[in-house]
């Protein structure tokens, strides 16, 4: 997979659709969450292409923006405050999201 050009907002998206997704379920509170924070147009293209993506190559493409939206210690808690409040969109901060959150910050 090749970087794909993203800005800020398009990859937070796909970010933010990916950790969604790892309990296995995209609440209608995780969706909504996402709708009001992106436009249309981001959501629903970002959203199409998660969904003709493996685990691993989301999780690859997310990889490739490292260097770019993870560059300071700052950013990078940014970013992981605004997975976990994403977490929290459907009322609940499981235990393997709490898994996933802590590898996200290893990886991050």
């Known amino acids: 997979m090749t970087n794909t050009g993203w800005n800020h907002d398009e990859f937070v998206c796909f970010l933010l659709i990916y950790t969604s997704h ?3 379920e995209f609440s209608d509170e995780e969706k909504e969450s996402l709708k009001k924070q992106f436009s249309p147009e981001i959501f629903n293209r970002q959203y199409a292409l998660f969904e003709s993506m493996n685990d691993y190559q989301a999780l690859d ?5 490292k260097a770019q939206y993870f560059a300071s210690e700052e950013q990078k808690q940014q970013l992981l405050d ?3 409040s994403q977490f929290f969109a459907d009322g609940e901060f499981s235990d393997f999201e709490k898994e996933i959150y802590n590898f996200l910050e290893r990886m991050l």
């Open 82 to 84: 605004t997975i976990r």
């Open 61 to 65: 493409t997310i990889l490739q923006y």
């Open 22 to 24: 790892v309990d296995m």
